[in-house]
């Protein structure tokens, strides 16, 4: 996967506030006050900061939590994972492969087959809709 660099003040010019807040500072967004945490259209689920593919609505699940929930992503190379040692406590940081934005954090308390639970940001994605054809945009 390409990577995408940026500069700070370009990371402003493309990103709404939330966006940057939460991709560039790794904000979080108020659970169950989010555009995604209930929706369940078909389609793919993209970085908003850079538009890489990273969530399938197949893999997407109520988990309860607030935040939209997948067992996995797109292709497994489509995130990467660090250790998040903030807020007092031991958590799995999940990130955009391409370009390094916060995107959630990643449990060991999913469905099956994976047991895994991405909990990611609303605002750290862009959903793009099933084709009337029925493909996805990355078929």
């Known amino acids: 996967m390409k990577k995408?660099?940026?500069?700070?003040?370009?990371?402003?010019?493309?990103?709404?506030?939330?966006?940057?807040?939460?991709?560039?500072?790794?904000?979080?967004?108020?659970?169950?006050n989010n555009r995604y945490n209930d929706f369940y259209d078909e389609g793919i689920?993209?970085?908003?900061?850079?538009?890489?593919?990273?969530?399938s609505s197949e893999t997407k699940y109520s988990s309860g939590s607030g935040w939209p929930s997948f067992y996995q992503p797109v292709?497994?190379?489509?995130?990467?994972?660090?250790d998040d040692h903030s807020l007092w406590m031991r958590r799995t940081e999940v990130l955009c492969s391409s370009c390094n934005g916060h995107l959630g954090h990643?449990?060991?308390?999913?469905?099956k087959p994976t047991g895994m639970r991405h909990c990611v940001n609303s605002a750290a994605l862009k959903f793009i809709p099933k084709d009337e054809d029925g493909k996805r945009p990355s078929d």
């Open 75 to 82: 292709q497994e190379d489509a995130v990467s994972y660090v």
């Open 106 to 111: 990643v449990f060991p308390d999913g469905p």
């Open 4 to 32: 995408k660099f940026k500069t700070e003040e370009e990371w402003k010019a493309v990103l709404t506030e939330e966006e940057f807040r939460v991709l560039r500072k790794s904000g979080t967004e108020p659970p169950f």
């Open 45 to 55: 689920y993209v970085c908003a900061g850079c538009g890489e593919p990273l969530y």
